[in-house]
């Protein structure tokens, strides 16, 4: 506040006061809807006091009860480990160049071994 200037916050009279505002007219069907939230908190609070939901449900009749929707049955043999695959049997690698008229592929290392000897290299002649 600056008290030189003269521009000092001043308390207004009650003739300045802005009128109080009148009550609004209200809508019967803001009424229904208040007395309906009424009805509706009362019937909440008697289910609350009575036991809520879960002594209602006691006190309506039991559903027939239902089938489980997935019964498993397991035996030992689920559980067994699978036995290792038979070892195929491969033609040595000369019959199956001359049966195929070209060199086989060798098949693709799944893994690189730094550790294993390098195969030699075979030249076709």
Do not use: H
């Amino acid at each position: 506040m600056d008290v030189a200037s003269g521009k000092a916050k001043r308390k207004r009279s009650s003739a300045e006061a802005p009128a109080p505002v009148g009550v609004e007219d209200v809508s019967d069907t803001e009424v229904e809807e208040f007395y309906a939230i009424l009805r509706r908190m009362r019937d909440a609070s008697r289910r609350l006091a009575s036991g809520g939901v879960a002594a209602a449900r006691a006190r309506a009749p039991a559903p027939a009860p239902r089938a489980p929707a997935w019964c498993p049955s397991f035996s030992w043999e689920d559980f067994a480990p699978t036995p290792p695959p038979a070892p195929q049997q491969q033609l040595p690698a000369d019959e199956r160049v001359a049966e195929n008229a070209t060199p086989p592929r060798r098949p693709v290392p799944r893994g690189l071994d730094l550790n294993a000897e390098p195969e030699p290299e075979v030249t076709p002649s």
